[in-house]
């Protein structure tokens, strides 16, 4: 225990709590201490929900699988302007894939169509 500048003993304790009991009457500190047990409960249940509720607030991710190029091909757009400016960039997909060279393909959305691209990365 850390030193007190005025130790208090068991005799200096009874004395205290004896002009409390005066002071303040048996029926209030039985209201206090029932109030302070509630204060004290309702902390302790507040500590324990900060820390322990972390695992059910985790929700299982849905796992999405991206689209296949081939897939894109084989089903045309619905629009019939969006099929004829498909058409010329297939040859030049398949004539980079032919060369060798490390291509990177993303589609670019305008409106309800859908467009491949090409994007090179210069190792």
């Known amino acids: 225990m850390t030193p007190m500048a005025f130790p208090i003993g068991p005799t200096e304790m009874i004395i205290i709590l004896v002009i ?5 009457g048996g029926a209030r500190l039985a209201g206090l201490g029932k109030s302070t047990g509630r ?3 309702e902390f302790k249940e507040e500590t324990k929900n900060l820390g322990g509720d972390k695992s059910e607030d985790v929700v ?3 796992v999405v699988e991206p689209q296949n190029q081939q897939s894109q091909q084989q089903n045309p757009p619905a629009v019939g302007g969006a099929q004829q400016q498909q058409a010329p960039q297939e040859p030049q997909q398949q004539s980079a894939q032919q060369s060798g060279g ?3 393909q993303s589609t670019q959305s ?3 169509a859908t467009q491949p691209t090409e994007a ?3 190792a």
């Open 20 to 24: 409390v009991l005066v002071l303040f």
């Open 39 to 41: 204060a004290i409960r």
């Open 60 to 62: 299982d991710a849905e």
């Open 110 to 112: 305008y409106g309800s």
């Open 102 to 104: 490390s291509s990177t």
């Open 120 to 122: 090179r990365r210069d």
